[in-house]
């Protein structure tokens, strides 16, 4: 896993020529124990970095996607890849899409709570015959 004190000292590093930071790559970025602290370092310390995300949602609890609406993350993208079960799996090997789509929907239900317009959230998915 990333060492945090070096995460931060790469954004401070380039802070100044950053204009957006894609918080994915290969894996999955919310596995790390503290991603949402690493979010909201970016957007707190350096509000005019327009941050995005990725995710498949399955890393999140109740707790972890309240939190995030509130690190003032701009995009939240949920890679879903189906929208019935059977269809889901197809593509999310041992994946849960209640428990995706229960994260959404919470993160959601806390953006209306606190009056928020961030982050912007949004569902996609690969298309292939069997979910088209």
Not at 26 to 50: D, Q, S, V
Not at 91 to 101: E, H, I, T, W
Request: with cysteine; charged share 25%; aromatic share 14%.
């Amino acid at each position: 896993m990333l060492d945090v004190a070096l995460f931060k000292r790469i954004i401070d590093e380039a802070s100044a020529t950053l204009a957006r930071v894609d918080f994915f790559n290969y894996g999955k970025a919310f596995l790390h124990k503290r991603a949402i602290e690493m979010c909201e370092y970016i957007k707190h310390r350096y509000p005019h970095i327009y941050l995005y995300t990725s995710a498949n949602g399955l890393a999140f609890n109740e707790a972890r996607a309240r939190s995030l609406v509130h690190t003032d993350i701009d995009e939240v993208t949920f890679s879903l890849d189906g929208a019935i079960p059977q269809n889901y799996l197809k593509y999310r090997r041992r994946g849960d899409l209640k428990a995706a789509l229960r994260n959404l929907a919470t993160m959601i239900d806390e953006q209306q709570r606190a009056g928020r317009d961030v982050p912007f959230l949004n569902w996609r998915y690969i298309l292939f015959r069997w979910n088209d």
